[in-house]
């Protein structure tokens, strides 16, 4: 059994194999479905995951004589909580390697204050801003500070890197 988060919730699908040398077949539409707390999240016929609140939640799934289950983490709204979401990766503008631990800080409009530190990676993300447009900060020690706007709309991903050019 797998689930992979859609637009506001999150599809589950079931197959099973009729022996062990066989090619698993797609029976996420015969099995029966349920959650550990449907307080949190209820499922449908076909494995369709609905968020209540936020919340752990096991979805159970049985054909015939087989049974499994796996846990998520659920929030209502599936991808309308990444709409609500800045992400991207800083990189070196000399030599275009990823820079981990920069400092990204939201100066203005309605998400002012708002600050995370990136990854190791070079990676950053920051969730559940207010949709809106703000001047975003890039701040490392040896680098020059960059600040760029952006606007998130609210309705779809947003996507937002950064250059940092090293102190010479």
Do not use: H
């Amino acid at each position: 059994m797998g689930c992979g988060e859609v637009v506001n919730g999150y599809q589950c699908n079931a197959s099973v194999a009729d022996s062990p040398t066989s090619q698993p077949r797609d029976v996420t539409g015969l099995a029966t479905w349920s959650t550990s707390d449907p307080g949190v999240a209820t499922v449908n016929s076909v494995g369709f995951v609905t968020a209540l609140r936020n919340g752990d939640v096991a979805v159970r799934t049985s054909y015939r004589d087989v049974e499994g289950f796996l846990t998520l983490t659920v929030r209502p709204g599936g991808a309308n909580y990444y709409y609500k979401a800045l992400s991207g990766w800083i990189i070196d503008a000399r030599n275009e390697t990823k820079i981990g631990g920069v400092t990204v800080r939201v100066l203005d409009g309605p998400n002012a204050n708002r600050m995370v530190v990136g990854g190791s990676d070079g990676a950053y993300q920051m969730y559940e801003l207010e949709p809106g447009t703000f001047t975003v900060q890039f701040s490392k020690p040896g680098y020059v500070t960059s600040t760029l706007r952006a606007s998130l709309p609210g309705d779809r991903f947003v996507s937002l890197d950064a250059r940092l050019t090293p102190i010479p």
